[in-house]
C-alpha cells in the first residue's frame, strides 16, 4: 500500500547497510538497523492499540530511539506530536489532552509525573530514556524487523506541532504527508544536497529544524548525519573535518566565534553552513565570512510552513536577509489589514502559498479560517519588506513574537502567569536583544497598592508553571506600564527602555 512519507523518505533505504547516523561515541547506525528498529517500535505500538490516524506523543532526549519513534509513527500511519524536553507536566497535559493523543512516551525520570496526564487522557505510557532503555525497547524485543506501512495518502495527517498563540493556548497545527515531503524536495534542490552529504545535527529533534529540515533532508537526499546530543562545541569541533553541512540557529554560529579553533583549516571540508528559527545578525554573517572564508546560508521558515525562503546556494547571500522563496512556495508582502499587495520595497505582512502549508489548527476552525485569505495565502505575522530581486528582509513581527535560541515565546502566555501572582496588578512580557540566544525574555510588572515586589520571588513563581526556555530572565517592578491614548500598553517604548538589560 502506498505512504506518501514513508515511501519517499524511507522505503528506498530498507535494505542499505550504508550509514545513516553517526554518533558521539564513534559507533554508527545504518539504514537497514535503523528501519528495522522502527519496524518492532512500530509492532509495540500497534500492540498497545495505535491505529492509523491515532496521535502518538513523544516528550523524550534525543537519541536514535527517539528518531525511530517519528519513523514508526509515519510508517503506522500515526500522527507524529514531538514534545519539548524542557515542558512541565502541567504544558504536557494541554498537549495531550488537545490532541487526544492515544499514546505518551517519556522519559522513565518523568514517568511518575506524566502517569496521571496519561491517565486523564486514556493514552497508553511508555518510557523512553536517553540511552535508549525503556518500556517502549522491552515491549519492541523480539519484534519482528518489518513491518507493512499504513495506507496514507498526501493529504493525510503527518504531524501535530503546537505553537504559543497570543491568547495563551497553544495551536496544533496539522501537518500533512505532502506538506513535510514537498519542503524536503525543495530544500535538497536548493542547497544541492546528495547521498555524500554529512550533516552536523546538533539540533533538537522536537520541532520543525531539527526534525522536519534536516532529518527529512538527509532522508531524502540518502546522506547520513552525525547525529549529536546537542549544542557542545567540542563536539562540532570534532566532528567538523567529516562534515560537509552544518544546520543550526544563530546561537551556534556566535559560539563559534568566540572559540579560536574556528578556523579556515577547520571548515575546510565543509560546503555549507545553514542557519534559522532565529534572525542572524548581519555582524555575524560578516565576521563568520572573515574567519572561515564561508558566507553562512539564511534561511526563514515556520511552523505551520516549513521553510519557505532561503538565499541561494550559488548566489548572493545577502546578510540581514532570509532570502528568496523557494521552488513551489509563493510568498507576497500584502497590507495586515486587506491583503492587498504593498508597493515595492514597502512594510507588509508576509503571506505564503504552496505545498508546504499546513492543514490548519487542530480543532480551531474559527481560528484557521482567519489566518487564511480566500484566495489561499496564509498570513504568517511575520512584518517584510521585498526588494527587486525577491530577497526578504524581515523587519518585526507582529503580535510580540519572541525568540530566544530558536524557540518561539508568545509574551501572553508568559503574562497571564505573572498576572496570577499575587501582588501583581498587571505585567507585559517582551524580547530585547541577547548577546547568545538573539533574543531574551523580560517581565515587567507593576504591583498592587500597598504591596511590594521582588524578583526572586516573581521569578520562583514561574519556575515549575513553564518550560526554562519560555521564562523571564530578568523581572522588573515599575510604577506604571507606558499606554498609548487607546490603553495599549506600548510595547516598543518597553523594548527600547530594557534594551541594554543583557549587555556586558
Not at 26 to 36: I, Q
Not at 139 to 155: C, L, N, S, V
Not at 285 to 303: N, Q, S, V, W
Not at 378 to 399: C, E, N, P, S
Request: hydrophobic residues 40%.
Amino acid at each position: 500500500m502506498a505512504n506518501t512519507l514513508y515511501d519517499a523518505l524511507f522505503k528506498p533505504h530498507e535494505a542499505s547497510e550504508a550509514t545513516f547516523l553517526r554518533l558521539k561515541d564513534g559507533s554508527t547506525v545504518s539504514y537497514a538497523g535503523f528501519l528495522a528498529l522502527s519496524a518492532r517500535f512500530a509492532h509495540a505500538m500497534a500492540e498497545a492499540g495505535i491505529t492509523p490516524g491515532d496521535r502518538v506523543a513523544l516528550q523524550a532526549r534525543k537519541s536514535v530511539e527517539a528518531l525511530a519513534v517519528y519513523a514508526a509513527a509515519v510508517r503506522m500511519g500515526a500522527v507524529f506530536l514531538p514534545l519539548n524536553t524542557a515542558y512541565t507536566a502541567a504544558e504536557v497535559d494541554y498537549f495531550v489532552s488537545d490532541a487526544g493523543a492515544k499514546l505518551l512516551i517519556c522519559d522513565s525520570a518523568s514517568e511518575a509525573a506524566l502517569r496521571s496526564v496519561a491517565d486523564k487522557a486514556g493514552a497508553v505510557l511508555m518510557t523512553l530514556s536517553g540511552d535508549g532503555s525503556g518500556t517502549l525497547k522491552d515491549r519492541a524485543q523480539g519484534k519482528p524487523a518489518t513491518f507493512a506501512p499504513a495506507e496514507r495518502g498526501p493529504d493525510d495527517l503527518a504531524a501535530f506541532l503546537y505553537t504559543s498563540g497570543t491568547t495563551g493556548r497553544s495551536k496544533g497545527a496539522m501537518l500533512t504527508h505532502d506538506n513535510l515531503l514537498s519542503n524536503a524536495e525543495a530544500l535538497v534542490d536548493t542547497w544541492r544536497f546528495t547521498k555524500d552529504d554529512v550533516l552536523l545535527h546538533a539540533l533538537p529533534i522536537f520541532h520543525t529544524h531539527g526534525l522536519f529540515v534536516a532529518t527529512n533532508v538527509i532522508l531524502l537526499a540518502g546522506g547520513s548525519a552525525v547525529f549529536l546530543p546537542g549544542l557542545d562545541l567540542d563536539d562540532l569541533v570534532a566532528n567538523m573535518p567529516v562534515a560537509t553541512t552544518m544546520m543550526g540557529v544563530p546561537t551556534f554560529y556566535t559560539r563559534l566565534l568566540a572559540d579560536p579553533r574556528l578556523t579556515h583549516e577547520l571548515v575546510a571540508h565543509m560546503r555549507l553552513f545553514v542557519s534559522g528559527s532565529a534572525p542572524l545578525l548581519a555582524e555575524t554573517h560578516r565576521d563568520f565570512e572573515a574567519r572561515t572564508g564561508k558566507r553562512i546560508l539564511e534561511r526563514y521558515g515556520m511552523t505551520e510552513t516549513n521553510m519557505n525562503t532561503s538565499n541561494p546556494y550559488e548566489g548572493e547571500r545577502r546578510a540581514g536577509t532570509v532570502g528568496q522563496p523557494l521552488p513551489g512556495v509563493s510568498v507576497r508582502i500584502a497590507d495586515p489589514d486587506t491583503g492587498k499587495p504593498v508597493a515595492a520595497g514597502g512594510i507588509g505582512v508576509i503571506e505564503v502559498k504552496g505545498r508546504n502549508v499546513f492543514k490548519g489548527y487542530w480543532n480551531m476552525p474559527e481560528k484557521t479560517a482567519q489566518e487564511f485569505r480566500v484566495d489561499g495565502y496564509f498570513i504568517t505575522g511575520d512584518l517584510a519588506t521585498q526588494d527587486a530581486d525577491g530577497y526578504v528582509t524581515i523587519v518585526g513581527r507582529a503580535k510580540d513574537l519572541i525568540i530566544a535560541g530558536g524557540y518561539n515565546i508568545y509574551p501572553k502566555e508568559i503574562e497571564l502567569l505573572l498576572d496570577e501572582i499575587p501582588g501583581v496588578e498587571e505585567s507585559a512580557v517582551v524580547g530585547v536583544p541577547h548577546p547568545d540566544l538573539g533574543e531574551g525574555v523580560v517581565g515587567i510588572v507593576t504591583a498592587r497598592k500597598g504591596t511590594t515586589l521582588d524578583e526572586a520571588t516573581l521569578l520562583a513563581g514561574l519556575s515549575t508553571k513553564l518550560a526554562r526556555f519560555k521564562q523571564p530572565r530578568r523581572i522588573f517592578v515599575v510604577d506604571e506600564l507606558p499606554r498609548n491614548t487607546m490603553g495599549k500598553v506600548q510595547k516598543n517604548l518597553l523594548r527600547e527602555r530594557f534594551a541594554g538589560t543583557f549587555k556586558g
